[in-house]
């Protein structure tokens, strides 16, 4: 069983920046694939970004690359999002996701995760 605690959401102003932090429980993080994902009230969840397990590379979104950084600290079992840049349609709650398979498949595809964070929040105003 592996846990996950998003952090760091909030209110912001578009242009302005957050970082959100996600928690996991487990002995083996590093050999996790970590993704995260965003749903906005009345769309389907989508695919924000991701970073490997054993070399840490990083896969994004069209719509975030350029303005979102995602990282590790697999010291800390802690995977981040760094956003600037943000805009009013960045408005979503944004999840972290866990994919126990050593073999990455479709980073992008959120049925193959097997572990969810409960959420947290993140509005941007225009």
């Known amino acids: 069983q592996v846990q996950l605690v998003e952090s760091g959401g909030g209110l912001v102003q578009a242009g302005g920046s957050l970082r959100l932090s996600c928690a996991a429980s487990g002995r083996t993080f590093s050999s996790y694939t970590m993704g995260w994902f965003r749903q906005a009230p009345g769309k389907k969840r989508e695919f924000v970004a991701g970073?490997?397990?054993?070399?840490?590379?990083?896969y994004y979104a069209d719509v975030v690359k350029g303005r979102f950084t995602i990282s590790r600290d697999n010291a800390k079992n802690t995977v981040y999002l760094q956003m600037n840049s943000l805009k009013p349609e960045d408005t979503a709650v944004y999840y972290c996701a866990a994919d126990l398979n050593p073999t990455i498949v479709d980073i992008t595809r959120a049925s193959l995760y097997d572990y969810w964070g409960q959420g947290t929040q993140v509005t941007v105003s225009s």
């Open positions: 970073i490997s397990n054993t070399f840490g590379r990083t």
